[in-house]
Structures are given as structure tokens and as C-alpha cells.
């Protein structure tokens, strides 16, 4: 029994060590140590033994078992430390590789101008406002010296909501109610919170029965007002020029040329000198392909009509102003210098044009 015993230990020593996977592992541990094992198969030779004997065969049994079970641990141990390497292996990750940069957007074009118009013009005390994009015909006409049926009114391209049971708010007899076509809507709206002196800006959208190369359907407009007791053109062109300076440039210039609107009297255009050519109208001896002589179109101003004040509730003895409004769109285009062929360019949602800005 004691030779037996040997022969297993050695038997089961190799078997252990020759293990390569868990598979092998557990098929040894079944043929030697299981309940059914080799070790178990012997030990009832025992009984058959005189008593020295059996301490003897006893002893060695137990030494037997207690090497075959040390060459198990040490196998177990020896095969999951080759798997958990295998693992680490085929799982390894590099964290000194640079990852991969999440893409970041950024607003539209139009919502930068927007936030930089905004913050210019709060640098002079002048604090947006909002006033309603769906109005009464009143404050969008009426109120800014635009009876009705006036021919004035051809000029903003409007459209008109159904609105069968609106009123006028003036007569209280029924009224029309327009998507606003200008934010000039916000001058007599401004003047009747009755909070004097004004100087408010509104930026807001504006819609016209127009789609074409040069014009959206739906646009913005910033509306300037400021309304005191003794505001004067010099004011207004000081804040234009603070504007324009800000917005396009230290060297940009600003020209005020007479014009004609209803609703501010005198009244102007407003030109800058070209973002391309600085005011030249040449680059380098070629016609600059922005503008036309050296000046860009920018927006209407002017000094507020006496009747706009009177629709307002000021009295044009105590109170003058000025008011001016333009498109954002083409004042964010011309800040890029650009000329687009088309301006629904801007808003077709092609990243590749997106992205420039
Ligand atoms: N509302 C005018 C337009 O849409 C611009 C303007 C605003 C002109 C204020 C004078 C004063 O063209």
C-alpha cells in the first residue's frame, strides 16, 4: 500500500503541474482528490492491515493527500494568474493615448451678432426690450406717422393675420394684426410705459412677404430709441459711432445720409466705410467686391417725428429723440465681409458654411 501510495502522489504531482487550463485542473482534482479518486479508492486497503501497519500506511496516506491537495492549490494558483494575465493582456488600454475630442458647436451666426449688439449698446445705458412680433397694424403703422391706406406702407411688405374679432386699441373699432415688419413697433410701445428718459434697444424678428437672393421672409432687426429732453443729432451719431467702432472696427467710419422716412423727421441712411477695402473702394487697384465706392448700406435713423411722440404721450415740446433699425443678418455679414450670392444661405444649415463662423 505504501509503494501504491507513492506511485499516486507522483502520479497526481505530474498531473497538476501538466494542467494547463481550469479544465485540466478540475479533471485532476476529480481523479485523484474526488470522492470517487484514486486517494479514495486505496484508502479501504487499510482495514486489512495489522495495527503498526495502519499507523504507519495511515501516516503516509495523510502526507499523500496533503501533497497531491498542496500541488492542486499551487496549479489553481499558477492557472488563474495565466488567465488573469491573458485577460489583461487582450483588456490592456493605453491612458497616455489622447482621446477622442468630443465636437463642440457654437451659435449661429446670427445669435453672435446678437449677443454682441446687445452688449455694445448696454455699454451706453441702452437695455434690450422685448415687444411683441405679432402687433396691432397700430404700433407697426398707424402710430409711426403711417395712416391707413397711406402708400408708405408699400414698403414693408407685410402680412397680415386673420384676426376677425381683433380692435383697434387707439378707436377700439376692429383692427388689423400684422407679423411686424420692422421692429419700429417697439418705439410708441417704449414711449407708452410712461419710464422717461428712454434708451432701450429691440432686437427681434421681423417678417416680409419677400423671398429672394437678398431678402428672407423671416429676419431680425435691432430697433434703437432713446428719448430725452434734449437729445440732438449729435447724440445720434456719437452712439452710431461708438457702435460701428465697436462692432466693425476702430477704423470704421460712419456717414449720415439724408433720406426719407414717415415716422422720424429729419431722417437718414446709415453707411459705414467698406469692412474690405477700408472706405478705398479698391483693393489693390481691382473695384472692391463688396461695396459700392467705398461705403456699405447699414439702416435707417433719424430724429422721432412730433407725431410719433405725440402717439407716444410726450409732449415734442418737452421731449426729442432719435431712433435707427437695421437687419441683422446683413450687419453680421458685412462684419465678415462677406457678399453671399445668396443670404438663405444663412439660414440652410449647411455646417460647411456654419462652421466658418
Ligand atoms: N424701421 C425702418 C426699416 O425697417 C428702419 C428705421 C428705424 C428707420 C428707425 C428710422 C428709424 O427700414
Redesign the pocket.
Known sequence: MLDQLKQLQAEALSAFTAAKDTNDLEAARVAYLGRKGRLSEIMPQLASLSNDEKRLAGQTANEVKAAIEGAFIAAQARIESTVAGANAERAWIDMTLPGNRPSVGHTHLTTQAIADLTEIFAKLGFNRQRHPEVDWDYYAFEA?NMPKEHPARD??ETFFVADPDGKDVQTGELGKVVLT????NA?VREMKKGALPIRMINISK?YRRQISARHLPVFH?I???MIDGNVTITDLKGVIDHFVKNFFGPNTKTRLRPYH?R??EP??ELDISCTVCNGEGSVQGTKCKLCKAGWLEL????M?HTNVLKAGGLDPKKYTG??????VERTAMMRGGLKLDDIRMMYKNDLRFLKQF
Do not use: I, N
Not at 299 to 302: E, F, L, T, V
Open positions: 409711426l414698403d414693408w415688419p420692422h421692429t419700429s418705439q421681423c432687426q430697433e434703437g430709441l422716412f415716422f422720424t431722417s437718414f439702416g435707417g435713423a433719424g422721432v432719435f431712433a435707427f433699425g437695421w437687419g
